[in-house]
Structures are given as C-alpha cells and as structure tokens.
C-alpha cells in the first residue's frame, strides 16, 4: 500500500515532500496533495535548505544523516528522498503506508 507522499521499497522509506525554508521551527507541517510539507529554520542558499532538510529526517527516523538520500529536487522545493531503513516512525500530519512484513 502506498500514499501518494509516501511509499515502501523494501525496507527503504521514499518521500515526496515540500520543503518551507525560513520558518520559526522545523516540523512536519501537513500534507499539500501529493507532498509532505515540512517546514526549516534554514534559507534555501547554497544547499544549506537541504543539509538541514536531511539531517531533520535523520533524527525523525532514526537513522544516520548518510542514510538519508535526496533522489530528486535538490535546487527546488519539491523533492523526492530515500530513507534506509527507518529504526522508527515519527508522528505526521497523515499516517504512513504500513512497512512491508
């Protein structure tokens, strides 16, 4: 089963999402059609937006930042990510396909 934002390649996790750079806090904000929105304290220069980007989903999922790979997007705000094997799951605004078994 998979969301329009979110879907299962194996044990790997592979995101659509929107990124919000300039904001108050970093957070997952809520779903935008077929993305996930997240909000960054970071501006979008020099590749700062992403940096911060992968390191926020690191933490969230419990995985090392080398994890973490921007597939598509990586001068734009909509961007797609593979995560490794996320060690948990965090709270979203819209609930995650469930993992394959």
């Known amino acids: 089963m ?3 934002w979110a879907r299962w390649d194996g044990p790997d996790l592979l995101l659509a999402v929107r990124v ?3 904001a108050s806090r970093n957070a997952f904000a809520d ?10 304290t970071a501006p979008p220069v020099d590749g700062e937006a992403n940096r911060r980007l992968t390191a926020f989903l ?3 999922f419990g995985v090392a930042r080398s994890k973490v790979h921007l597939l598509a997007g ?3 705000r909509e961007k797609r990510l593979r995560i490794e094997a996320p060690r948990r799951l965090p709270e ?3 609930p995650l ?5």
């Open 31 to 40: 779903i935008q059609g077929d993305r996930l929105r997240i909000a960054l």
């Open 20 to 22: 919000q750079p300039r």
């Open 97 to 101: 396909p469930a993992p394959p078994t």
């Open 92 to 94: 979203l605004p819209a």
């Open 58 to 60: 690191a933490e969230s």
């Open 74 to 76: 990586e001068s734009s």
């Open 2 to 4: 998979s969301t329009d």
